[in-house]
């Protein structure tokens, strides 16, 4: 079961609007990632989790919240967004974040922000 | 910080035409991932290399990890219509925090039934 669970798959939200992404993995990932897409480019590393704690942020805006209640679930809380932050929005997760690669992404949330 | 030159930026082909795409850095990685990401799906992960001159297959697809370390080829034989998409190489630079890729600007594969 190589399987990263995301949802929504799609959200629409206004520039006041709060909401939040979430991500789930049953494989006993202890890393976990969340990485932005824009259209036709490669997927941007936003946050890095290792063992429940925050081990990158990668300067994200503070509109951007992460948040991990525990090794199997992953969040971003949004807030205050501006269009510009529309685009796919990937989790992924890694057996651990000093092992070599493979990183195993979500289907994603594609995110307009109005 | 390190690059990934990939190319070609994209492909149209021939249905049962091989395809070669191929990775470059200026700077050695001691892992390369091939990933395939489908229109509005995360990238799907193909083949992992760990070792130069690995040469590793997947059905049809082929990867290798250059002998230098700063390169990496994905081939893809007969291709069919299912293997329309977007091909991103990823590696893994050594004492790198937090298994950070770095990832290739994509090859964009159309092929032609």
Redesign the interface.
């Known amino acids: 079961d190589t399987e990263v669970t995301q949802t929504p798959k799609h959200l629409v939200m206004g520039m006041t609007n709060k909401k939040s992404l979430k991500c789930e993995q049953h494989m006993g990932h202890r890393a976990m990632y969340w990485y932005k897409q824009k259209a036709k480019k490669p997927p941007e590393l936003m946050f890095v989790y290792s063992y429940e704690k925050l081990s990158i942020n990668e300067s994200v805006p503070s509109r951007f919240s992460p948040e991990c209640p525990n090794s199997s679930l992953l969040n971003l809380h949004l807030h205050a967004l501006q269009p510009e932050d529309s685009a796919l929005y990937l989790c992924a997760s890694s057996q651990d974040n000093d092992r070599a690669g493979k990183l195993f992404f979500g289907s994603g949330t594609q995110l307009s922000v109005l | 910080g390190q690059q990934l030159n990939q190319s070609p930026q994209s492909m149209f082909i021939q249905e049962g035409e091989d395809v070669s795409m191929n990775c470059t850095s200026s700077s050695i990685f ?2 390369w ?1 091939w ?1 395939k990401q489908d229109p ?6 193909l083949i ?1 290399l ?1 070792k130069a001159g690995e040469l590793t297959s997947n059905g049809r697809l082929t990867a290798q990890f250059g002998i230098t370390r700063k390169d990496s080829f994905l081939n893809i034989s007969a291709s069919i219509p299912s293997d329309v998409g ?1 091909y ?1 190489c ?1 590696g ?1 630079a050594p004492n790198n ?5 770095t ?4 090859t ?1 594969l159309m092929v032609k039934p």
């Open positions: 001691n892992t991932l990933y509005g799906e995360g990238p799907v992960l992992a760990y977007i991103f990823a893994r925090a937090g298994n950070m890729l990832f290739g600007g994509g964009r």
